[in-house]
């Protein structure tokens, strides 16, 4: 992942009864970018779906299986290159010395639970390290330790990992909540001596979040009648071919209409599954990312907000004032540093996110324009033989 310069992350802890762990292994996990990391919690969250007062994010129904765990629907296909199946963590490109591979999610059966496990595979040049490959295979919850302690160790870094976001949104007592709080922080005028960079990166992401959870929710509409429309189109196919059967005259030419059929629908199933590999993943992992964005923010500000406190008391104080200002010169020097991880961080996730979305905007128009394409050509190639036999036809029926 990028990240402002390294930060080492602490040991994964030891692998749980039945996790199936091997050698434990001490991998680096900085804060990085949308493009470089998309951690398999992602997926483990939003297949449960569970109410928040689930502590156990990783139990599993007996009946689950690994082909039904899918990020968005099960009817949605699988593909062996999607990001459920497999994640990937890299440093800048110019600095290839650390890379991570999550995949192979693997269900556990106990007499108590049901639970997946991922392997994680680090391989690494890097000197710190005493060799260069490991392979364990960590639970959910190990998952969830890491964030924590990253979230703990560097509360202003955009930690990629996962989210407790649900994909039917927040409920209506969750949005009423939020509007009470932005009321409330509006009365009371926010952070008081937030910079107003920061004041800036709050207003974009409410804009954004806004805007990335429609777009979510589109896509998921189209896919949604895309699926519904290849279902029917599989039936028609059949349905002329049998036709043909009963009407001598014109049998050949409903079996080249059950042929265009056939292959407007392979197009259509070619496109949806364009849809589900690149496009729905990278609009809902950046909802995903709304959130922490959100929940980063949030932490500056009471970085903030502490230090502001014990500025107020310094001022209403007459004694320990030799302590107080020691206090608020420590925290100066962490809003400072807050400050500067998340500006760094924010440019970064900004830039890595325009270029997402350009990416896999293009993409989308560059796929539908072929498909539209293939579809035309194969219906303008039969109606094309159709016009050509009808004038045969014409020229025979002429002649004396």
Not at 4 to 20: A, K, T, Y
Not at 52 to 69: C, Q
Not at 79 to 106: A, C, G, H, W
Not at 334 to 359: F, G, H, I, Y
Request: contains cysteine; charged residues 30%; negative net charge.
């Amino acid at each position: 992942m990028e990240a402002e310069g390294r930060v080492p992350g602490p040991p994964l802890p030891p692998p749980s009864p039945g996790s199936g762990g091997g050698a434990g292994a001490r991998a680096d996990a900085p804060a990085g970018a949308p493009g470089a990391a998309r951690g398999p919690p992602l997926a483990a969250a939003e297949v449960l779906s569970l109410d928040d007062e689930e502590d156990d994010l990783e139990v599993f129904s007996k009946d689950t299986s690994l082909a039904e765990v899918n990020l968005f629907s099960p009817s949605m296909p699988i593909s062996p290159s999607s990001m459920i199946n497999q994640y990937k963590i890299e440093d800048e490109p110019e600095l290839r010395d650390l890379f991570i591979t999550v995949d192979d999610p693997e269900s556990h059966i106990t007499t108590i639970e049901t639970f997946i496990t991922y392997r994680v595979v680090t391989k690494t040049s890097r000197g710190e390290f005493d060799t260069s490959e490991y392979e364990v295979r960590r639970r959910y919850q190990d998952f969830l330790w890491l964030k924590s302690k990253l979230e703990e160790a560097h509360p202003t870094l955009i930690i990629p990992e996962l989210s407790s976001h649900k994909k039917q949104g927040p409920s209506l007592l969750s949005r009423m909540g939020q509007t009470v709080r932005a009321v409330a922080s509006s009365v009371r005028g926010g952070v008081k001596n937030r910079p107003e960079m920061f004041t800036e990166m709050n207003n974009y992401m409410e804009t954004f979040s806004q805007k990335i959870n429609v777009l979510d929710k589109i896509a998921h509409r189209i896919y949604k009648e895309e699926r519904e429309y290849f279902n029917e189109m599989k039936e028609y196919g059949p349905i002329h071919t049998l036709w043909s059967a009963s009407e001598e005259d014109i049998a050949d030419s409903l079996k080249g209409v059950a042929s265009c059929i056939d292959k407007c629908c392979k197009a259509t199933e070619k496109r949806m599954a364009g849809l589900s590999e690149n496009l729905l993943p990278i609009l809902h992992e950046y909802v995903l990312y709304s959130e922490i964005l959100m929940g980063v923010l949030k932490r500056r500000d009471q970085i903030q907000g502490e230090l502001d406190s014990k500025v107020d008391a310094l001022a209403n104080k007459k004694t320990e004032k030799d302590l107080f200002s020691e206090e608020i010169g420590k925290l100066e020097d962490k809003v400072e540093c807050a400050n500067n991880a998340l500006k760094a961080d924010w440019d970064r996730w900004k830039q890595n996110m325009q270029c997402d979305m350009r990416s896999t905007f293009t993409n989308v128009a560059e796929n539908n324009l072929r498909y539209y394409e293939e579809c035309l050509a194969t219906w303008e190639s039969f109606l094309a033989s159709q016009t050509v036999d009808l004038h045969a036809e014409a020229d025979s029926e002429d002649r004396p």
